[in-house]
């Protein structure tokens, strides 16, 4: 939508910029969206396949709680989240936006990892999982068409969920690279350049930053960060914060630092203005429970007619799934010192922190001993993206084939191996490299063999096409 000159002026005499995202600029068809019934009939919970662990389990077979078998603590919660379940049961709808109990709980524990800093419950949408919420947050910013088509800045490499729902809204995908020699940082100057040729074909309105880095494992800095608020601060973009690997952090000297805590403590006019919408999930971290589909968003500097309209899309999907809302109320609120459950709680998180880290430098260390195969350190996340060298008639065969050559070299290893990696071309890379992505989930006994042996096909299949 075009700006009339009096509102420059006005923009210009007042020091306040316009909204990125506005009534205006927001998808017109959300706005047209109607669902005046959510439907009256109440869902009882399934039975399920197999006993959930305390607090989990207490919500889901609310007889255990007469169980000497579970700690007082997790009786407590137990009780005190059913009674803010419609109908005291896990099997009712929530409001869409997530049960209210649950809501606060998560700005009290965005509030104690930012250092105090506040958060709102009322600007704390739960969903279904970290990737409904961002499809929903883009669904709100998509508009227009041919060169008002709204464009999004991601990183490359990324993770698909981006490409696959821009490319599902009729967006436009606007590559920014990260540095790979730089241990996949994100550079400002690599943003102008992007933000510059996507001006002239479609109209760019936000930009996603994954922190601590998927597929790539990097971990931002702060001063980062800081640099690419200003970034979006200058050029009017709403900007998009993945981060649900942020308890995921290894390497020596790196820190997670969230986009809400850096843009507040920035002080004016970024706290004030910067829109943002921020991401987490319990499908990572040390919790791993991608199966419950937990999550959320907050929204940060929105407008607040986009954010009833914003409440509104998320009622059309009733509510996300309350056992999942349930599962993300015990990792925002874990036991504290005082409770029963609090030994066991720490004991188990650090063991998996710890055994990841120790994973994610034996991974580094044993492809960078491997000659034709590059691995930056894995700060953060559970991926590792090392780089791989191929010969240039592996690159051919691929080409007769049909494949990327890194799809090639990845089904090959499959077929040979048994050993299931993801090509880098399934995230993105620069023009002439080659990665793969490989988690570091599997058993330390396991691990050490199976980077073992991938280095060993690679050693293999470079001289069978050399």
């Not at 403590?265 to 203005?273: D, H, I, R, T, V």
């Not at 002439?432 to 980077?451: A, D, Q």
């Amino acid at each position: 939508m075009a700006l009339r000159a009096g509102d420059h002026s006005q923009a210009a005499m007042t020091g306040v910029k316009e909204k990125v995202l506005t009534l205006d600029t927001m998808n017109s068809s959300i706005r047209r969206v109607e669902y005046a019934v959510r439907g009256p009939i109440v869902l009882r919970a399934l039975e399920l396949e197999q006993e959930l662990r305390q607090v989990l389990a207490l919500c889901a077979h609310p007889d255990l709680l007469n169980s000497p078998n579970f700690p007082e603590d997790a009786k407590r919660r137990a009780e005190h989240i059913l009674r803010a379940c419609g109908g005291h049961s896990l099997g009712a709808y929530s409001i869409s936006s997530g049960i209210q109990l649950i809501r606060e709980d998560v700005a009290r524990y965005i509030q104690q990892r930012d250092g105090g800093i506040s958060a709102d419950p009322d600007n704390i949408f739960l969903s279904t999982g970290a990737s409904n919420a961002i499809v929903t947050v883009l669904k709100l910013l998509v508009a227009g068409e041919g060169r008002t088509r709204s464009g999004v800045l991601i990183p490359i490499p990324q993770y698909p969920l981006y490409s696959a729902a821009l490319a599902e809204l009729n967006a436009v995908q606007v590559d920014y690279y990260l540095d790979e020699e730089r241990v996949w940082a994100l550079d400002v100057a690599e943003l102008r350049r992007a933000l510059r040729q996507a001006r002239e074909h479609c109209r760019p309105c936000a930009l996603c930053v994954i922190n601590p880095g998927n597929p790539t494992g990097q971990v931002q800095t702060r001063e980062c960060i800081e640099a690419v608020i200003r970034f979006a601060f200058e050029e009017r973009l709403f900007l998009l914060a993945d981060e649900v690997y942020q308890d995921n952090v290894y390497a020596e000297g790196s820190q997670f630092h969230s986009f809400k805590k850096v843009l507040t403590e920035m002080g004016s006019p970024y706290a004030e203005q910067q829109e943002l919408a921020s991401f987490h999930s319990v499908s990572k971290g040390y919790m791993g429970e991608c199966g419950f589909r937990g999550g959320y968003v907050e929204v940060v500097n929105m407008d607040p007619a986009v954010q009833q309209q914003m409440r509104k899309l998320m009622s059309v999907r009733l509510c996300p799934p309350v056992p999942g809302q349930v599962l993300l109320d015990v990792v925002v609120s874990p036991p504290a010192p005082s409770d029963p459950s609090f030994a066991q709680f720490q004991a188990e998180k650090q063991a998996v922190l710890a055994e990841l880290a120790a994973k994610a430098k034996l991974t580094e260390q044993v492809f960078n001993e491997s000659p034709g195969i590059h691995c930056n350190p894995v700060q953060g996340a559970m991926y590792s993206f090392p780089r791989m060298q191929l010969p240039p008639r592996a690159v051919q065969r691929a080409q007769e084939l049909g494949l990327a050559p890194d799809m090639f070299f990845c089904m090959s290893l499959l077929e040979e191996t048994g050993i299931c990696v993801v090509p880098g071309s399934g995230f993105g890379q620069r023009e002439g490299t080659y990665h793969f992505r490989m988690t570091i989930l599997p058993p330390m006994e396991k691990l050490r063999p199976l980077l073992e042996k991938l280095s060993q096909f690679h050693a293999k299949f470079t001289q069978e096409y050399s």
